[in-house]
Nanobody, 119 residues
Framework: VQLVESGGDLVQSGGSLTLSCAAS????????MDWYRQAPGKQRELVAT????????KYTDSVKGRFTISRDNTKNTMTLQMNSLKPEDTAVYYC???WGMGSTYTDYWGQGTQVTVSS
């Protein structure tokens, strides 16, 4: 499974960005997919999770009401719509997915895309 993120950019505080994750190299449907982020000097944190069918969506408290996670299983893509961006949202954002075959589940990560929010 390959995951490729795109959409990271430099944006002013209060602005918006849409991150995309394109998945390839597998059959069937990926299980849960997530967006993580890692700011300089900090641990990687879970930002948002979306279930296999897209029904269940969870967010870390700091982004609730501002970020929206979605996925399109027909196009093998996941997006993160980020509104009202704040300087503390500055980080490298990573796409993460779980793919299962039989009873074996494997984690996959993208290379990350940089989001910088200026004050």
């Amino acid at each position: 499974v390959q995951l490729v993120e795109s959409g990271g950019d430099l944006v002013q505080s209060g602005g918006s960005l849409t991150l995309s994750c394109a998945a390839s190299g597998y059959t069937g449907t990926l299980d849960d997919m997530d967006w993580y982020r890692q700011a300089p000097g900090k641990q990687r944190e879970l930002v948002a999770t979306i279930s296999r069918g897209g029904v269940v969506r969870k967010y870390t408290d700091s982004v609730k009401g501002r970020f929206t996670i979605s996925r399109d299983n027909t196009k093998n893509t996941m997006t993160l719509q980020m509104n009202s961006l704040k300087p503390e949202d500055t980080a490298v954002y990573y796409c993460h997915a779980v793919w299962g075959m039989g009873s074996t589940y494997t984690d996959y990560w993208g290379q990350g895309t940089q989001v910088t929010v200026s004050s």
